[in-house]
C-alpha cells in the first residue's frame, strides 16, 4: 500500500465548496413548491446543479488535495460521470419534496437518496483514477453509507420541516458536513497500489486540466452563493421607520375601497392568473416579494407581496397578526396567548392550523377578535 496525506488548505477548501453549494442549492428551492409549475421546475433544475456539482466540486478539490509518491490521472468519462450521478441523484430529491404532497416520509426519502447518492459519487469517481488503484475496506464503504444517509435526512427534515431562514442554515450545515464527511471516512478506509498501464474508457485527465475544470466549477458556485446570500437575507428597515419593539405598526389606510364581497385576489395556477374571493382566504403568508394564500384545503401562489395585500384587503376582516401573516378573523376558530405573543387557530382548514402572533401586535389582535 502506498503512504498518502492531504494538503491542509485544500481540505479546508473543499469544505467551504460544500457548505457554500448546501445553501445555494437549498435556498434557491425556498418558496418553489408554490410557484407556478414552470418555474418551479426551473427552480428545482438550478437547485440540483448547485447541490449535486457541489457534491462533485467538493469531492475533486479534496482529491486534488491527495499526495501519493507516484503521479496519478483520471479517466474523463469516468470522472463526467460521477458528475452527472450526483446531480440525477439531487435532482431526484428535490422533485420528491416540491413535486406533490410533501410529508415527512417525503422528506425522509429524499434525505436517503441524497444520502446514497454522495458516496455513490465518491466512489464512481475514485474508480477513475489512473496508474494507481484504490483499494477498499468493507467497514469503510458500510460507514461511509450509513453516515451518508444519516446526515443527509437529517439536513432534509431540518431543512423542509419549516421553509425558514435558519432552518435553511442549518440544513445547509447538515448537507455540507454530510459531503465532507463521507469524503474522509471513505478515504480512511481506502488504500492505493501502484497499477501499470492506462486502463480507462475515455481519454486522461492531467491533475492540471482537472484543477481548472474545478476551479471553474467552484467559481460559478461561489458566484451562486453570493447572489443567494443577497437575497436571502432580511432587506434592513431605515432606523427612522422603524417601529419601537413594543408597538405594533399603524395600518396603513386601505387602497381599494369596494365592498366586501367584491374583493377578488390574484393567483398563479396551471400557468395563468385566477381570482379567489378575499373572504375565501383565511390566511396569508409572506414568501420573498410574493406570498401564499391559505383557503381550505389550497395553498395558492400571489402576486402581491404583503404591504399590498394588506392594503387592499377589506379592513374590517384582516389583520397582521405578525410581519409574515395577515388573518381573516372569519376564520379564526381559537386563539391562545402564551407570555408576550399568541397564536390564531384554524381548525377548520387543512392547509394551514395556526398563525403566530408577535408581541408588537398581540394587544391589536385581541382587541381586533373582541377579547
Keep these: 500500500m502506498l503512504d498518502y ?15 457554500m453549494a448546501g445553501f445555494t442549492g437549498l435556498s434557491l428551492t425556498r418558496g418553489a413548491s408554490a410557484l407556478p409549475l414552470g418555474q418551479r421546475k426551473l427552480a428545482v433544475v438550478m437547485a440540483a446543479i448547485s447541490l449535486g456539482g ?14 501519493l509518491p507516484i503521479p496519478f490521472y483520471y479517466d474523463a468519462l469516468t470522472t463526467l460521470m460521477s458528475a452527472l450521478l450526483a446531480v440525477l441523484m439531487t435532482g431526484v430529491a428535490l422533485l420528491v419534496v416540491h ?15 441524497v444520502g446514497i447518492g454522495i458516496p455513490a459519487m465518491h466512489y464512481i ?14 467497514a469503510g464503504v458500510g460507514a461511509a453509507l450509513v453516515i451518508s444517509v444519516a446526515l443527509s435526512v437529517v439536513a432534509f427534515v431540518i431543512t423542509y ?18 459531503v465532507f464527511a463521507v469524503h474522509f471516512i471513505a478515504m480512511a478506509g481506502t488504500g492505493f497500489v501502484a497499477q501499470g498501464g492506462v486502463s480507462g474508457a475515455g481519454p486522461i485527465i492531467s491533475n492540471s486540466a482537472l484543477a481548472f475544470g474545478v476551479t ?5 458556485i461561489s458566484g451562486a452563493f453570493l447572489l443567494t446570500g443577497v437575497t436571502f437575507l432580511p432587506a434592513p428597515v431605515p432606523a427612522s421607520t422603524a417601529p419601537a419593539p413594543d408597538t405594533a405598526p399603524p395600518r396603513p389606510p386601505a387602497m381599494d375601497p369596494l365592498p366586501r364581497d367584491a374583493v377578488k385576489v390574484p393567483y398563479e395556477k396551471d400557468g395563468r392568473t385566477q381570482f379567489i374571493d378575499a373572504q375565501d382566504i ?26 399590498m395585500a394588506e392594503t387592499r384587503l377589506p379592513v ?18 381559537g386563539f391562545e396567548r402564551k407570555k408576550d405573543t399568541g397564536v390564531c387557530y384554524f381548525d377548520t382548514m387543512t392547509a394551514l392550523d395556526k398563525v403566530p402572533v408577535s408581541r408588537a401586535r398581540l394587544g391589536q389582535v385581541r382587541d381586533f377578535l373582541g377579547l
Design 161 to 178: 420541516s419549516r421553509r425558514e431562514r435558519l432552518n435553511i442554515i442549518m440544513g445547509t450545515l447538515g448537507f455540507g458536513l454530510a
Design 282 to 307: 383565511a390566511a396569508i403568508r409572506a414568501e420573498g416579494h410574493y406570498t401564499l394564500l391559505y383557503a381550505q384545503d389550497q395553498k395558492l401562489f400571489c402576486p402581491w407581496p404583503i404591504t
Design 216 to 220: 471553474v466549477a467552484v467559481f460559478l
Design 316 to 333: 374590517d376582516d384582516f389583520i397582521r397578526t405578525h410581519r409574515s401573516y395577515l388573518v381573516n378573523r372569519r376564520h379564526v376558530t
Design 54 to 67: 457541489g457534491i462533485w466540486s467538493m469531492h475533486f478539490v479534496a482529491m486534488l488535495g491527495l499526495q
Design 5 to 19: 496525506t492531504h494538503d491542509t488548505t485544500l481540505v479546508i477548501a473543499s469544505l467551504a465548496v460544500a457548505l
Design 125 to 138: 469517481g475514485m474508480s477513475g483514477m489512473q496508474l494507481c488503484r484504490p483499494v477498499y475496506s468493507v
Design 99 to 113: 413535486f406533490g404532497t410533501r410529508t415527512q416520509a417525503r422528506i425522509v426519502l429524499a434525505g436517503v437518496v
